[in-house]
T-cell receptor, first 113, second 115 residues
């Protein structure tokens, strides 16, 4: 079985500050891990994914995440927040053979001017 | 190709009525997924198809829900005898599955409100 826990349902940062969104997972098989972003009344857009290989993954819009097996974590970071980063962020885990995703409950990122 | 398309974008229905949603995946994508997202929650997996075969259904998909994907192209999700608890965003996604993971692209969703 697989599950995802996102720590913190709301995160607020100032523009230009570091963004850190936390995600821990549970998986009985080697996981594929994902971060998606969702803007109001929109679908989900893939930010980045980890499948195999390099544990530091770079994505779109300056985001990156590091897969840490020993900590079962896949935290999302961005060095400098921009107002346009304000959105809902979802961490997800998936088995490699189906493409089905198990999502966390989401973290709302607020960016203050 | 402009991506995954869902229709309608919004649906308001009275409790007890039947509703049907349509999803057009990215052409050539053989896998199609349906998710449900309630307010303040992450999407929950409902079902997925590989071509026309429905390979997995979540226990969330009660007998009132049925999904089809005739000819492996577009898909429909029907909810019979809607209840207020069915109010949610219904998301469709598609991917090109070939024994390894490829990115799932999501549509903009259909927001259902049951009154």
């Amino acid at each position: 079985a697989q599950s995802v826990t996102q720590l913190g349902s709301h995160v607020s940062v100032s523009e230009g500050a570091l963004v850190l969104l936390r995600c821990n997972y549970s998986s009985s098989v080697p996981p594929y891990l994902f971060w998606y972003v969702q803007y109001p009344n929109q679908g989900l857009q893939l930010l980045l994914k980890y499948t195999t290989g390099a544990t530091l993954v770079k994505g779109i819009n300056g985001f990156e995440a590091e897969f840490k097996k020993s900590e079962t974590s896949f935290h999302l970071t961005k060095p400098s927040a921009h107002m346009s980063d304000a959105a809902e962020y979802f961490c997800a885990v998936g088995p490699p053979n189906t493409g089905k995703l198990i999502f966390g409950q989401g973290t709302t990122l607020q960016v203050k001017p | 190709d402009t991506g995954v398309s869902q229709d309608p974008r919004h649906k308001i229905t009275k409790r007890g009525q039947n509703v049907t949603f349509r999803c057009d995946p990215i052409s050539e994508h053989n896998r199609l997924y349906w998710y449900r997202q309630t307010l303040g929650q992450g999407p929950e997996f409902l079902t997925y198809f590989q071509n026309e075969a429905q390979l997995e259904k979540s226990r969330l998909l009660s007998d009132r829900f049925s999904a089809e994907r005739p000819k492996g192209s577009f898909s429909t999700l029907e909810i019979q005898r809607t209840e207020q608890g069915d109010s949610a965003m219904y998301l469709c996604a598609s991917s090109l599955g070939a024994g390894r993971y490829t990115e799932a692209f999501f549509g903009q969703g259909t927001r259902l409100t049951v009154v």
